[in-house]
């Protein structure tokens, strides 16, 4: 049976509507089609937008609701659509939008020009949801925006207040808009950015009161809905999902895992060393925002006490109408604890975490903000602040460091400021993993300070301190003991470069302390010591350590100790036996590793490299702790922590040039140019200019020697020239280059027995290429060449030929004219007509391309009609100026400011041009581009210009070049800009400057040059004018452009050529010339006397001279305006009076101005103010000399020669009624006659003087010139003509001061004379010629009487001096006595052979006192005397003062002084000694400059008795006894007073090749070639002929060279130029032929004599000493006593070894004979060590010891010391004995042994023994050579057969040390620091094998005699003996 299941209807429906409600639900959940609930964009360019219908009535408001994490998105924007500018006239454009602009709100209404914006909330970028209500009236423009919960906040817009009528702008009737959410629909002038989040609850206010959902019309890439990402599975497994909009990112912070989703399990670990930190990017600068919410993390590990963790600063504008807002987020370990700080605003919250944390062990920290709470972790550990500040929002700068960083700025909670040194992990900055972003390179994460980051956890060690440039250095101090130690290791590729330095006391041989220094060096590549004992003099020793080479790019380690005067040095664990700085040496507090003490080191001689592993004392140095903090009193420059990112770029890239020493930098390489002619940082400039004229035309005015460089910066090595500066040309002026030769000048050529030959020149410092390149690059060339004759033609083209360097042939001579024309060509010339009357053909070649000539050459003619046929040839040296780069012909000028040229732009190569003008500032060039990039050069200042860059939109050059000089003088200076990779030089004129730039040799423009002027389509040039003068010279893209080419018809601005108006200078009376570039201006120098366009009138040229006659003055009615006094008032005068009137000016109210001399230095302005009387006092300097004061009067101010004096007037006003006596109360100096009634108006003037009882004032005496009141001048010579006592014109008596020694020159006025005024000196006669002095022979005394007035009646300050010179005699002389006649005091001067006395007697007080010395020296001495109340003080010369206590009491009524003795009236009342004539006796001698002051004031009375007995004012004056004739000058000199000589320098700076001398040329002469045999030379043959060396100087005259060829007339010539002048000394040629042939004949002679000699010989011995100490002239000295240099390896000294050494062994082997062959295992002449077992009885020795007897078998023994013989002088000994033994028949043993020195006399005959021994000279190296055998085989020499270093390494045991107890005793005892010299030649020497040779250079033969280089050469083997 069926079943059936039956559902009812209700039911069914009930299920239909389940499944529809269900469906409904999750379609709105996925979709959500509805509106309102929301849109997401994650897209670029999606947006959502309606167009509202508006009206003109109605308000508007917009409301929506927004989340997001982005700080910036556009929220919506209402815009007009496209509208019709003529419809819509008033508008411009429109917008109302509102956005997230760095997290906060931003509401922005703008309506054409006028913008309001208003900032809303903060960090709303947090992924929540902020609801916006933006509500505008257009009624009153009010605007009002609600955010959130928050109260509303309104402004009224501005539009709105000055717009009358906004609506009538904004016609909503008929404008389309638009309403566009999270972008904008179509392109207007709105800057945004496109949001990226939800939008939900979109409203918008349509008719009044009703608002209405937004359903968009327009939906772009808008996802209905606000979809979260993260929803459904979650992708970051257990990782927090978060939703980006776009995409999902996977936080990993809580797991101990990391990866894009999780996935890894292995974390990422970094180990940082101490100079690496990471950065986190936590935004761009344009998304930086507020936050409220932020979460850092982090896990480190280190065994450090101190690190930067966590380092995040910054500050924010927050909504950018609030205050700067600063915030900080700082984690750091300090000294084992964790600290952490977060700062809000000044609301700081800080916590310490932990303790021990440097434990080597992993810690996690995490910091958690969350608006006003901070949570701190350590380790699980919590702690919690809140911040008490409104702004619990962090503003964090977009960078963080972690672990460290570089240059942090001071903050509060930065605790420390080391990096840190440790391991890190799980370093998170809110969500995102900074390690792994690191490890898969995304951009936000980066490593600094390393390129290579070292992942996982290592310990750290060996940190290195990087020394990256030259300078760099590490200074340290507090360092001060006996005992010092340092060791480091050290690495680098630098071949030389000083390591450590450190200063130090010594003690020298006579006990005192000295400060010396001692540096340890790498030179080049070896370690090396450099000790200083003193700095004040010579004591260097330097000490090569090892022959290992350090400059490896490789670790080494270097050990430096200093103990108890010892210093020992190691390298790499090998070193060597310690040296001695003396005892008691200590350091003296501060090393310094990487440079050195002195500081005058070449710039590369700095280390550079690195160091580590430092220390000091035993105490290491954390590189660290060295870079943040030094210790106490160091500091480091330079120094970085970089791992050693050290490489060796030279091995990689040669860049320098020119010679230059690669030098490896960290960053690349450096070039050493110091010995080069070239700098820059490849050595690709050139130092010097291509020419003399390159030099004149950059301000080098002085003629000399210089040092040219023909081709810049190419491969031609710089030459020296002569200069000659100021060469005139077209108007213009050079410098000229003068290149001489070798031809003498009138060199014979011609003659009946010449053969033909052929010259070839050779010039001096030039080869082809430089003379090529010279005459090319120069403007002008000229070569003088003259051929004098006699019957002898020239010929040219047939029998004469010249020719061009480059082989160009030239058939003719120049005119001697400035312009070219061929003076003698073929056919032409003077000498062609074969006359018997001496002619000349000569002139100037002036074509370049057939210049220098190189080559002559000359056929004999056949003809010669006398014997004395001759033809003398002269060819001056070659000169060149100008150049082809910068002549005035392709130059232009710019007449107006606004005027320039448009040229093609610069692309490649220099740029070069040259300008004048007299503006300050202008626009000399402008280089455009299309791409941004631009170049000028602008005038900045009178003596400045500027080079600006810009490259790819950064500016790369921005460089001022002052100048030596103004360079708005008008004249041309040249501006320059080379190229070369990385850096460009620039140059104005004389100054250069190298800058580096960031490209390489490329520039990019592409634009137009502008020359001159600038482009008005441009705003950035701050008005900056353009150029009104000249430019020439225009050098670019590798050629010269002629800018007259560029100037057409139609530019009536810019002309061809230069124009100046100033040129020459039409203004007169020395105005200064404005140049106006086709016209001119002239600016007069004295705006008061001349005028005119040119200034050319002079009212100075209208001057009279005024004697001081009663007459003469003049009286003139000037004007019947008497308000002319009023006017300004000019005239100049000069004059010698102390008081005088100058002028009275007064009208018919009696109103006056007056001007007077008074008091000697003042000018006294006088004139009425109503009824008083005002005046003024103006100094004036030098008013009394003879010299023009121009005075200027005006109303208000006087102006005397410039300086400005303001009257103080506070009226100025003049009297308006009449009276005969206006100033009654008042002081008139000048007071004309005043009529009872009142006259018609006029204005009078007194000028020089007044009629008589007018005033007392003196008339004036002097000149006066140019009167002119107002605009009318008066003329002075013409009113002056019926006047008595003036004269036209002002004669000059004193143009010159004539008078001498002091003396004032006194004008007598009218007659163009003077006289001299010697009162104020101490001489005499017409000019002050005749000196104060005077000859005393003993029997003369001078006796001058004076009456003291005044104060000088009664003084206790009078002083004198005077000077003394003579021989002395036997008894005191008398100098000088002060009297009173009245009252018998004195002062009196004496001197004898041991001392001067001076006696001072007052009443019944006498006083005595002494300055020792000899002063009877024959030369001049001052005495100078001197009291003030009871103190007297004498001194002679320089010496110090000697003071006597006297007494206070005056001396009353001193009136006669006596010069030279004593008269006898005045000896009666003397005390005894002093009057006795046979004890004291009158002056023998010159006394001379007496000067007497009885009172110390400013105005003192002087008594000079010489002085009046010269001027012969007898009077007063009376000599006793003969006359006293006048003395020759003594010729005193105040030591004082010290001369320094004139020097008169250049206008410009000094060049470096200034002062520069030519350097050594040999002349010789040119090439000669007989190339036939002529007249007269049968067997021709092609010769070279030679001359002496010589050298000379340069000359310029054009018929005048340096370089001469031998002539049979004129032979070799030794040529000296001396002052222009040339000195020649003439050798005949044939006998120069006969000498050469005599010399070359001896040379073979002796060749064969030697090869005889040499066969003859059975053998020798050569001996080369280098003697290197001259002291060492006594046997005493030990042989080697100042060995300083060590050897590679140094063994250990031998004990109780004695042999003696090698050199005295080849002494000895000399001395008996040629050595055997090979015995005993030794080879002779070898050198060889003794083994260490060896016994006494076992010494090996050379058999040479032995006698010749062959019975004798045993070794040389020293009997008498028992043991074998050690010296020569023992050997000597030992053979005497035995050869006693031998002609006496008995056994040796019985034999006494000869006496040693001090035992007895030795027998010695100094005419047998001639040894050398006794010099004691050391012996460094000795080669020893072996001659044939005797059966024909040559036997190799030790200096051949072995290495030079084997034989010194065989010597180390062998001892250099032998003293001189006789002429046989001289033992050698090896000291254990000795050891061998390895000097720098190690080459064995090859002298002559048949002589022995000691070298003896430098041993001084007498001290009359300098020390000479010489060989003594011993002939043979006896003689030695």
């Known amino acids: 049976m069926e079943e059936k299941i039956i559902v009812s209807s209700t039911s069914r429906w009930l299920l239909l509507l389940l499944i529809c409600a269900l469906n409904g639900y999750l379609a709105q959940k996925n979709t959500d089609p509805n509106p309102n609930s929301g849109w997401t964009f994650s897209k670029q360019e999606s947006f959502v937008a309606f167009s509202p219908n508006l009206t003109l009535e109605q308000d508007q408001e917009i409301m929506f609701s927004f989340r997001t994490r982005s700080p910036n998105g556009l929220l919506f924007c209402h815009l007009v659509e496209h509208f019709n500018q003529s419809v819509h006239p008033l508008l411009r454009n429109y917008h109302f939008c509102a956005e997230l602009s760095h997290g906060f709100l931003q509401v922005k209404y703008s309506l054409n020009q006028i913008s309001d914006v208003m900032n809303l909330g903060k960090a709303l970028n947090d992924d929540s949801w902020h609801s916006v209500d933006i509500f505008l009236e257009t009624t009153s423009g009010k605007l009002e925006v609600t955010l959130d919960d928050l109260p509303s906040t309104s402004i009224y817009l501005r539009a709105y207040t000055q717009f009358a009528d906004v609506k009538a702008i904004l016609d909503w009737t008929r404008l389309r808009s638009v309403v566009s959410f999270a972008g904008l629909t179509h392109a207007v002038a709105v800057d945004h950015h496109q949001f990226i989040g939800c939008l939900r609850s979109l409203k918008y206010r349509e008719l009044i009161d009703v608002t209405w959902e937004v359903s968009p019309t327009i939906v772009m890439q808008a996802t209905p809905g606000c979809q979260d990402l993260c929803q459904g599975e979650n992708p970051c497994g257990e990782g927090r999902c978060v939703n980006l909009y776009t995409s999902v990112h ?93 700062a809000f605003g000044d609301d700081i919250l800080e916590q310490t975490m932990g303790i021990g944390v440097d434990d080597s062990r992993w810690h996690n920290l995490t910091i958690v903000h969350e608006r006003v709470k901070v949570e701190f972790y350590l380790d699980g550990v919590r702690y919690v602040h809140e911040t008490v500040n409104d702004m619990y929002y962090l503003g964090l700068d977009p960078i963080i460091y972690i672990g460290g960083g570089k240059k942090f700025v001071q903050t509060l909670g930065l605790q420390v400021r080391q990096n840190f040194v440790g391991c890190l992990k799980n370093v998170y900055i809110n969500d995102h993993s900074v390690l792994y972003e690191l490890r898969n390179n995304h951009s936000f994460s980066q490593l600094h300070g390393n390129t290579d980051i070292r992942y ?47 200063k130090i006391n010594t003690v020298d041989s006579f006990g005192y302390q000295v400060k010396g220094f001692f540096e340890v060096w790498i030179n080049n590549t070896l370690p090396m010591i450099k000790f200083v004992r003193s700095m004040y003099y010579d004591s260097i020793a330097n000490t090569t350590l090892l022959h290992v080479n350090v400059s490896d790019n490789q670790w080494h380690t270097l050990s430096f100790q200093l103990k108890d005067g010892q210093v020992k040095i190691s390298v790499d664990n090998l070193s060597l036996p310690s040296f001695s700085t003396g005892n008691g040496s200590t350091l003296v507090k501060t090393i310094e590793i990487g440079y050195g003490y002195s500081r005058i080191y070449a710039e590369h001689e700095g280390f550079v490299g690195c160091i580590r592993n430092l220390v000091i004392q035993k105490q290491f140095l954390d590189p660290i702790n060295l870079m943040e903090r030094a210790p106490t009193g160091g500091y480091q420059s330079g120094l970085i922590l970089d791992g050693c990112k050290l490489v060796n770029y030279c091995l990689v890239h040669q860049h320098c040039q020119h010679g230059g020493r690669c030098l490896s930098d960290w960053d690349g390489v450096s070039c050493d140019c110091s010995s080069s002619a070239y700098q820059g940082k490849y050595c690709q400039f050139s130092r010097y200019h291509q020419s003399c004229d390159s030099y004149f035309q950059s301000g080098w005015r002085r003629s000399g020697v210089y040092v040219i460089d023909v081709d810049g910066s190419g491969p031609v090595e710089p030459t020296y020239v002569s200069c000659q500066m100021g060469i005139s040309t077209e108007g213009d002026y050079y410098g000229q280059t003068v290149v001489e030769h070798n031809l003498h000048n009138l060199t014979k050529v011609r003659g009946t027995t010449l053969p033909d030959i052929r010259l070839r020149l050779t010039y001096r410092g030039m080869g082809f290429v430089q003379l090529q390149q010279l005459t090319k690059t120069s403007a002008w060339c000229e070569q003088y060449v003259q051929y004098r004759c006699l019957n002898a033609p020239i010929g040219l083209g047939n029998l004469t030929n010249f020719k061009s360097i480059d082989g160009g042939v030239v058939q003719y ?6 312009a070219f024309t061929p003076g003698c060509s073929k056919g032409t010339c003077n000498c062609d007509d074969e006359s018997l009357v001496a002619q000349e053909d000569s002139g100037f070649n002036r074509i370049k391309s057939q210049l220098p000539i190189g080559e002559v050459t000359v056929y004999q003619y056949t003809d010669f009609s006398t014997p004395d046929s001759r033809g003398t040839l002269t060819i001056g040296p070659l000169k060149c100026w100008g150049n082809t780069e910068s002549l005035s012909s392709s130059s232009v000028t710019f007449v107006t400011e606004d005027s320039f040229l448009k040229l093609p732009g610069w692309v490649y190569g220099d740029l070069k041009f040259s300008f004048r003008t007299h503006q300050k500032q202008a626009l000399l060039l402008y280089q455009s581009s299309s791409n941004g990039d631009w170049f000028k050069v602008t005038l900045e200042a009178e003596d400045a210009i500027k080079m600006e860059m810009q490259i790819k939109g950064k500016p790369v050059l921005e460089e001022i070049l002052d100048a030596d000089q103004p360079v708005n003088d008008g004249e041309w200076h040249r501006v320059t800009l080379e190229l070369s990779a990385h850096e460009v030089r620039c140059g104005l004129d004389s100054q250069r400057r190298i800058v580096a730039i960031p490209f390489h040799n490329n520039i990019t423009f592409d634009g137009l040059l502008y020359l001159g002027g600038k482009l008005y389509d441009h705003g950035s040039y701050h008005n900056l004018p353009g150029l009104a003068g000249c430019v020439k010279g225009l050098v670019y893209n590798g050629k010269l452009r002629n800018l007259t080419y560029d100037v057409y018809d139609d530019m009536p601005n810019i002309l061809s050529g230069c124009r100046p108006r100033c040129s020459p200078d039409p203004c007169q009376n020395g105005a200064r010339c404005v140049e106006m570039w086709n016209d001119y201006r002239c600016i007069c120098t004295n705006e008061w006397a001349h005028s005119g366009q040119s200034c050319e009138i002079n009212i100075n040229n209208n001057a009279v001279t005024v004697t001081g006659d009663s007459e003469a003055f003049f009286d003139l009615r000037v004007s019947s305006n008497p308000l002319e006094m009023e006017e300004r008032i000019v005239f100049s005068f000069r004059t010698q009076m102390y008081r005088a009137l100058i002028f009275y000016m007064y009208d018919e109210l009696n109103n006056f101005i007056q001007l007077e001399v008074v008091e000697s230095r003042k000018l006294r302005f006088t004139r009425n103010n109503f009824q008083q009387i005002f005046y003024k006092d103006i100094e004036v300097p030098g008013i009394t000399q003879p010299t023009w004061k121009q005075v200027v009067l005006e109303p208000s101010k006087i102006i005397v020669d410039g300086e400005v004096t303001f009257l103080g007037l506070s009226n100025n006003k003049m009297e308006t009624g009449y009276s005969t006596d206006p100033f009654a109360n008042e002081e008139e100096t000048v007071k004309p006659s005043r009529p009872a009634e009142k006259l018609p108006p006029f204005l009078r003037l007194y000028l020089g003087g007044t009629p008589a009882n007018v005033t007392t004032l003196e008339k004036f005496t002097g000149c006066i010139r140019g009167f002119k009141i107002g605009d009318h001048p008066i003329d002075l010579q013409k009113n002056s003509q019926d006047i008595a006592g003036i004269h036209r014109g ?21 007659e163009g004379l003077y006289e001299c005024d010697c009162s104020r000196s101490n001489f005499a006669g017409k000019q002050c010629e005749l000196e104060a002095s005077g000859i005393f022979t003993g029997q003369s005394v001078v006796h001058y009487e004076f009456v003291p007035y005044g104060e000088a009646a009664k003084t206790n300050t009078e002083q004198f001096s005077f000077i003394f010179k003579t021989n002395c005699s036997e008894k005191t002389m008398v100098m000088l006595m002060i009297f009173s006649k009245t009252k018998g005091d004195y002062i009196m001067i004496s001197l004898s052979n041991r001392f001067v006395r001076a006696l001072w007697k007052q009443g019944n007080n006498l006083f005595e006192e002494k300055l020792k010395g000899y002063f009877c020296t024959g030369t001049a001495h001052k005495f100078i005397y001197k009291r003030q109340g009871e103190e007297m003080w004498i001194k002679i010369d320089q010496s110090d003062w000697r003071k006597k206590f006297t007494t206070r009491t005056y001396l009353e009524n001193m009136n006669m002084v006596l010069v030279g003795g004593l008269i006898p009236e005045l000896t009666i009342n003397m005390e005894q000694k002093y009057g006795d004539s046979n004890q004291t006796v009158n002056f023998t001698g010159c006394i001379s400059e007496v000067t007497y002051t009885p009172v110390k004031r400013e105005s003192n009375i002087v008594i000079q008795p010489m002085k009046e007995l010269r001027d012969l004012k007898n009077g007063s004056i009376t000599v006793h006894g003969p006359e006293v004739l006048q003395c020759s000058p003594v010729d005193y000199h105040d030591p004082s007073q ?105 040379c073979l002679i002796s060749v064969l004599i030697a090869v005889v000699m040499k066969r003859l010989r059975k053998g020798y011995v050569t001996y080369d000493v280098r003697k290197k100490y001259l002291e060492d002239f006594e046997m005493k000295e030990p042989l080697n006593h100042s060995m300083e240099t060590y050897s590679p390896i140094s063994p250990p000294p031998k004990k109780d070894i004695h042999i003696a050494t090698w050199d005295e062994f080849s002494m000895v082997s000399a001395t008996l004979g040629p050595n055997k ?148 005793e001289a033992e050698s005892q090896r000291n254990g620091e000795d050891d061998l010299d390895l000097g720098e030649s190690l080459t064995p020497p090859t002298p002559d094998s048949s002589k022995l040779y000691y070298d003896i250079t430098g041993v001084t033969e007498s001290p009359k005699c300098p020390p000479r280089s010489f060989k003594l050469i011993i002939e043979s083997e006896e003689q030695f003996v």
Request: glycine share 8%; hydrophobic share 30%; net charge negative.
């Open 250 to 342: 996977c936080d990993c912070s809580l797991l101990d895992r990391e990866g894009d989703k999780c996935q890894y399990s292995n974390i990422t670990a970094v180990t940082l060393h101490g100079y690496e930190w990471l950065t986190y990017q936590l935004y761009s600068e344009e998304e930086k925002t507020l936050r409220d919410r932020n979460r850092f993390s982090l896990q480190f590990k280190s065994d450090r006490g101190s690190g930067v963790l966590l380092y995040a600063v910054g500050s924010i504008d927050a909504g950018r109408s609030l205050e700067q807002h600063h915030s900080h987020v700082i984690a750091s370990v300090h000294q084992g604890t964790v600290k952490a700080s977060v």
């Open 456 to 502: 996982g956890c290592h310990r750290v060690a060996n940190i290195s301190l990087t020394f990256p440039k030259s300078k760099s250095f590490l200074y340290l101090s507090g360092y001060s003991d006996r005992t010092f130690s340092v060791q480091f290791d050290f690495r680098t590729v630098r071949e030389t470069a000083i390591l450590l330095s450190a």
């Open 813 to 818: 001579i120049g005119e001697a004219g400035t």
């Open 1290 to 1310: 002002c004669k000059k008596g004193c143009n010159v001061n004539l008078c001498l020694n002091g003396g004032t020159c006194m004008e007598r006025w009218g």
């Open 1538 to 1642: 010290t001369t320094v000589p004139t020097t008169q320098f250049p206008t410009t700076s000094t060049h470096p090749t200034l002062g520069v001398t030519m350097p050594p040329w040999n002349i010789g002469g040119p090439r000669v070639y007989v190339i036939g045999k002529g007249n007269n030379i049968t067997s021709p043959r092609p010769t070279t002929t030679a001359t002496p060396t010589t050298t000379t100087s340069m000359t310029t005259e054009p018929v005048t060279t340096s370089a001469y060829f031998p002539t049979t007339e004129q032979g070799p010539t030794n040529v000296t130029l001396v002052l222009g002048q040339i000195i020649t000394d003439t050798v005949s040629y044939i006998t120069i032929l006969i000498v050469s042939s005599v010399v070359t004949l001896m």
């Open 1717 to 1864: 062959k090979k015995q005993n295992g030794i080879a002779p002449g070898k050198v060889h060590t003794l083994p260490a077992d060896l016994k006494n009885t076992d010494y090996p020795v050379q058999t040479t010891f032995l006698p010749e007897d062959a019975s004798l078998k045993y070794p040389v023994y020293n009997r008498k010391k028992n043991r074998p013989a050690s010296s020569i002088s023992e050997v000597l000994e030992e053979m005497e004995r035995q050869q006693k033994a031998k002609e006496l028949g008995v056994d040796p043993e019985q034999i006494e042994d000869p006496k040693s020195h001090g035992e007895g006399e030795l027998e010695w005959d100094p005419l047998v023994d001639r040894t050398p021994l006794t010099l004691g000279i050391h012996h460094d190296t000795i080669y020893e050579t072996q001659d044939e055998d005797s059966d024909g085989r040559s036997q190799a020499t030790s200096s051949e057969s072995e290495d030079p270093l084997k034989v010194l390494d065989q010597q180390e045991d062998l001892l250099h040390e032998y003293n001189g107890d006789s002429g046989y």
